[in-house]
């Protein structure tokens, strides 16, 4: 998550919001209570975020 909110000045409470409404690349759960974000999905995001759409979801 730090990663995400560094490379995209998005504060952690707006990416989960993006998450939500599917305008951001979901969470991966690693376990453990740990999460990650698919880096490829991260990439596309950063290259076109008016336009992202999580994979799968319509709208």
Request: avoid cysteine; glycine fraction near 8%; proline fraction near 7%.
């Amino acid at each position: 998550m730090k990663l995400a909110i560094r490379l995209t000045s998005l504060s952690r409470a707006t990416i989960y919001r993006r998450i939500a409404e599917g305008r951001f690349p979901p969470l991966v759960d690693l376990g453990g209570r740990r999460i990650a974000f698919r880096r490829d999905e991260l990439d596309r995001w950063i290259n076109n975020p008016s336009d992202y759409r999580q994979p799968g979801l319509r709208g």
